[in-house]
């Protein structure tokens, strides 16, 4: 399971946790301006906008698992195992793949708004990428520097697009269905709540917190939706980048995976691998890692983007502990 968001606070912030049992080898991947992305079904892109995100290089193609653009406009593919349908080929339709789909919207456009209008004709195929690596049931969050963001899911009944007003993806089900959710919880707050359980009765507010009592745990993705649905609408916008990237980390650790808690087979564990974010302002990738706490960058800027080359980072995993005596 996964959970991305978008965070505004003066910039904004994009990313996602990567909650999986196995590590699949991503780095933090800039695809420059000048790389040729290759596609099964459309034309060659020779020329696009430069990226950066998290991938897996095979081939030297990058399987991004999510990404920013240089103008701004951030995309994440998270697990919809079940309802995702993926479509065969059809004529006069724009043909694209899953796995090329964040290249195919981060490669020219500059909005969500674009993205959309991108989207009238798409067709997302069924073609694998190769036979080791296949279809992934996958949807979508795009959001853009403005903090818009919308939902894409590919299902039997077609494609979707769904506008997000909360800016907070999970897994399933349908998104439609996680909005709807979200009515149950709407009294969940930071204040102390107003007692209509008991009127006339005095209750005791033995605890600080009262008001968020009802907030969902789990690890599964309704809960997950919620909870963070509920903390990032209350984070604080700081002063600073450096606050902004620590309210953004503490708001995306509150559904993050224990090792230990999500037991997806006899004795395996789904756990947080890494969670990114991204300032869509200025293309730097923060990220962490589940065995290094430790915030590390890498700034798009700093790299080269009239290039053809990919420039690849290992996600540094070392527990970085500063020891005071
Ligand atoms: C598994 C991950 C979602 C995490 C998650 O939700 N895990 C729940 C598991 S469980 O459902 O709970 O058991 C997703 C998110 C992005 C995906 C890659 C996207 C590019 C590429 C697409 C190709 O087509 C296949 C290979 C490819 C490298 C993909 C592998 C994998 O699919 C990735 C990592």
């Known amino acids: ?63 991004y698992f999510d990404g920013v653009n240089e103008e701004g406009v951030g995309m994440a593919g998270l697990n919809f195992d079940g309802p995702a349908h993926f479509f065969s080929v059809e004529d006069g339709k724009d043909n694209v793949s899953p796995f090329e789909f964040i290249p195919y919207v981060l490669g020219q456009c500059k909005s969500v708004e674009e993205a959309k209008q991108l989207m009238t004709n798409l067709n997302l195929v069924n073609i694998n990428f190769s036979d080791q690596l296949k279809l992934s049931p996958l949807h979508w969050l795009i959001a853009d520097r403005s903090g818009k963001s919308i939902v894409v899911e590919s299902t039997v009944t077609g494609l979707h697009v769904y506008d997000n007003p909360v800016g907070v993806l999970t897994n399933n089900p349908e998104f439609p269905q996680q909005l709807t959710n979200l009515a149950n919880y709407q009294s969940v707050s930071p204040a102390e ?11 005791n507010n033995y605890s600080r917190g009262i008001g968020s009592h009802l907030l969902p745990g789990g690890m599964d993705s309704e809960s997950r939706f919620v909870k963070e649905t509920f ?59 589940y065995e290094n706490n430790q915030i590390n960058a890498v700034a798009m800027r700093n790299a080269n983007l009239n290039s053809s080359d990919l420039v690849s980072y290992p996600m540094l995993n070392n527990q970085a502990i500063n020891y005071q005596n």
């Not at 995976?257 to 923060?286: H, R």
């Open 193 to 203: 709540p107003a007692n209509t359980l008991t009127p006339g009765i005095a209750l």
């Open 231 to 289: 903390t990032k609408m209350h984070a604080p916008a700081g002063k600073s980048e450096r606050e902004n990237v620590t309210n953004y980390f503490h708001t995306l650790n509150a559904v993050d995976q224990q090792k230990g808690l999500d037991e997806v087979a006899p004795n395996t564990f789904e756990y947080t691998i890494y969670s990114d974010g991204v300032n869509l302002a200025t293309g730097t990738l923060y990220y962490t890692t």
């Open 1 to 63: 399971m996964c959970t991305s968001i978008v965070y505004s606070a003066g910039d904004g912030y994009f990313g996602r946790n990567l909650d999986l049992e196995v590590s699949f080898g991503q780095e933090v991947v800039i695809t420059p301006r000048d790389y040729a992305f290759n596609f099964r079904k459309l034309p060659t892109m020779e020329h696009h906008y430069a990226i950066i995100g998290v991938a897996l290089v095979k081939d030297n193609y990058p399987l």
